[in-house]
């Protein structure tokens, strides 16, 4: 798939509205829990439509103003706010025992968000074309011990939450950061971002499940 202002727009609108459809069944089913979690699709779609404007900016198709916003945007969503906003929306939805995981990969994921912020806050985001992917410069202190906090608290959640759906949505994107780290290693966070925004299209069938049948399922 090849990444473009286009591709970005046409994923992110189809994404969002995605988005809001879990939203509305999180609501119909009755599991409030369930409304952070779904929101993540919405977010991610908002995401991928931030991108589409990054886009145009490296075309020169912005004002340098609009293009600096956009990109400082999309920093923002994609690295503090998942790895706060991913475990801390599963220790919602979690029922007990099962829910201390969850909470202890929340608070590694507020731990890793603090320096992520802060080099956000501290230094122009750029952005650049690669072929057809996009490259961001942050300036992230010991980006290694970061990433691997951030993956272990955002794939982690999903993977331990006890739920067959979401222990699926955790496996697809492990394995979506394995592909991009591997093939995509310069562009590894907006790949893996646009990857991660489609497997949460998993959580359609999630956020719509009726009461009886929320409960975590253990995988047999």
């Known amino acids: 798939m090849c990444w473009s202002a286009q591709a970005d727009a046409v994923a992110g609108g189809v994404v969002a509205a995605v988005g809001v459809a879990c939203l509305v069944r999180a609501h119909r089913a009755g599991r409030p829990e369930r409304l952070p979690l779904a929101a993540l699709p919405l977010v991610l779609g908002l995401h991928q439509l931030i991108e589409a404007l ?22 923002v969503i994609a690295l503090p706010l998942l790895p706060v906003l991913v475990p801390a929306s599963v220790w919602c939805a ?3 025992p099962r829910r201390h995981v969850p909470a202890g990969l ?4 507020a731990a890793v968000a603090v320096p992520l912020a802060v080099a956000v806050a501290a230094r122009p985001v750029t952005a650049t074309e690669r072929g057809h992917t996009l490259g961001y410069a942050i300036g992230v202190p010991h980006p290694a ?8 608290a955002t794939i982690g959640s999903l993977l331990v939450s006890g739920d067959r759906l979401l ?10 950061a394995l ?7 310069l562009a590894f966070v907006s790949t893996w971002c646009a990857l991660a925004a489609v497997a949460s299209l998993l959580l359609f069938r999630w956020a719509g499940r009726p009461a009886a049948s929320g409960a975590a399922e253990p995988l047999r």
Do not use: F
């Open 145 to 152: 011990l970061l990433l691997s906090g951030y993956l272990l």
């Open 106 to 109: 929340a608070l590694l994921g």
């Open 179 to 185: 592909v991009c780290a591997l093939v995509w290693r």
């Open 54 to 75: 990054v886009w145009l900016g490296t075309d020169g198709g912005l004002p340098d103003a609009l293009a600096d916003a956009a990109r400082t945007a999309w920093a």
């Open 167 to 176: 222990q699926r949505l955790g496996l697809v994107t492990a394995v979506g």
């Open 94 to 96: 979690t029922v007990r």
